[in-house]
Nanobody, 126 residues
Framework: QVQLVESGGGLVQAGGSLILSCATS????????MGWFRQAPGKEREFVVA????????YYADSVKGRFTISRDSAQNTVYLQMNRLKPEDTAVYYC???????????????????WGQGTQVTVSS
């Protein structure tokens, strides 16, 4: 069984930064894409950013481009989300997800991901 565990969420003032971590554990697995999604209160879950295993290509939602960065530490089996210049509208529960079945794809579609973490809350105050 594969498990994804997010950490690093919290309360931060607008303009501040946070780093989220997504640690993977369980049986050895090969993922094609690791992604971060978020869900704000009363809204649907939305794509934030993803990274491909094969060439570390990164895919961003327009709303976070230039502010957020995704990276991976293969030795630690961990993916990170560096969030800078945070805005109140970034407030949401952030989820990491792993795609172990689909090569390619949009990288931004929830259905492409078959493992999900439990989420971590990020709150940005104005």
């Amino acid at each position: 069984q594969v498990q994804l565990v997010e950490s690093g969420g919290g309360l931060v003032q607008a303009g501040g930064s946070l780093i989220l971590s997504c640690a993977t554990s369980g049986r050895t697995f090969r993922w094609y894409t690791m992604g971060w999604f978020r869900q704000a209160p009363g809204k649907e879950r939305e794509f934030v950013v993803a990274i491909s295993w094969s060439d570390s290509s990164i895919y961003y939602a327009d709303s976070v481009k230039g502010r957020f960065t995704i990276s991976r530490d293969s030795a630690q089996n961990t993916v990170y989300l560096q969030m800078n210049r945070l805005k109140p509208e970034d407030t949401a529960v952030y989820y990491c997800a792993a795609n172990t079945n689909i090569i390619g794809g949009t990288r931004a579609t929830e259905n492409e991901y078959d493992y999900w973490g439990q989420g971590t809350q990020v709150t940005v105050s104005s």
